[in-house]
């Protein structure tokens, strides 16, 4: 038998389905979690909490593969995931659909000014006009990340008619700009969208030099991590009208404090990291393709989509 430990918030949709192979050790808290983890062959250790997650992988030293809903792993030891060889699988893609739709909605929602229609609501107030003149067709976005969400972002981008340009790892003849060509054509965007995983490169890649080089009406949309822009020159920037807005489903830290600046800023959109739970296929998704990967791990094939705790990705 090979001892599985589980989240005991994915048992509805897996225990029905696990094969005889398997036994399952479910956990519901912390603690239970800490007691079964060192007999884990298979782990899928999801907590709100990231912490006693990254100490679960510490201490399962029979560990072959940990599987995860998050798409970012920066939170775990992954040093000593890769030193130890561990198979890891990720949640890239199980919420793909819901955040593509969520950036869209973000943007949207600044074009047309929607947050003061519906503050005008509140206060029974007949408008007019509208606060928001902004036409998605015909604009300009910066699209960093082209993996499952960013894909899905310019797919929907492009049906608003936005020219939408990406920025990949590998660059391309197709338009595709390589992480050294973006920063030279930074004026050039109305929109600049993150969806870059977090890594050392990626860290603070958005900083004080970056926001002053982009036009003054240009608009910053993070849906990858806080960590990937220097939040103190995004916040000058957004005082100093240097850039028009940022519109952040992310910040750092999270939850963002009740007395940060940023909280102040009109120009300053906080979705508090909810584009990923727009939704409530999250859960099913995730059993179909952990169901499916228990499979392949049985056979021996190769499990997907494989995270690489080397590159962080």
């Known amino acids: 038998m090979t001892i599985a430990v589980l989240s005991a918030l994915i048992r509805p949709a897996l225990e029905p389905h696990l094969p005889d192979w398997v036994e399952p050790h479910w956990f ?14 298979i782990g899928w250790f999801d907590l709100y909490d990231h912490a006693p997650m990254a100490e679960g992988v510490r201490r399962a030293e029979k560990l ?5 809903i998050y798409a970012g792993l920066d939170f775990l030891p992954l040093d ?5 060889g561990v198979t890891v699988t990720n949640g890239v893609g199980i919420n793909a659909i819901t955040i593509a739709e969520y950036t869209v909605m973000m943007m949207l929602t600044y074009a047309k000014g929607y947050r003061d229609v519906v503050r005008a609501q509140d206060r029974r107030e007949w408008l007019l006009d509208s606060p928001g003149k902004i036409e998605l067709a015909g604009s300009k976005a910066l699209l960093l990340g082209y993996g499952a969400i ?16 990406v920025v990949r790892r590998s660059g391309g003849a197709d338009g595709t700009l390589g992480p050294d060509e973006w920063r030279a054509r930074l004026g050039e965007f109305d929109w600049f969208i993150l969806a870059v995983p977090a890594t050392p490169e990626t860290d603070g890649m958005i900083g004080g030099q970056e926001l002053a080089a982009m036009k003054d009406t240009a608009v910053l949309v993070n849906i990858a991590r806080g960590t990937v822009v220097d939040q103190t020159a995004l916040v000058t920037a957004l005082q100093d009208k240097t850039i028009a807005a940022a519109l952040l489903d992310v910040t750092d830290p999270e939850p963002l404090p009740a007395d940060h600046v940023l909280w102040t800023l009109e120009n300053a959109h906080i979705t508090m990291h909810l584009s ?11 059993a179909q ?3 499916e990967n228990l499979d392949r791990y049985h056979r021996g094939e190769p499990v997907e989509p494989r995270f690489d705790p080397a590159r962080g990705y």
């Open 28 to 41: 519901a808290s912390t603690e239970q979690l800490l007691e079964l983890v060192p007999e884990a062959e």
């Open 64 to 68: 072959k593969w940990f599987n995860s």
């Open 80 to 84: 000593l995931l890769a030193q130890s």
């Open 150 to 165: 960013g894909k899905l972002i310019e797919t929907r981008l492009k049906a608003f008619d936005v020219d939408v340009t």
């Open 276 to 286: 990923g739970r727009a939704q409530d296929q999250m859960f099913a998704r995730s």
């Open 289 to 291: 393709r952990f169901l």
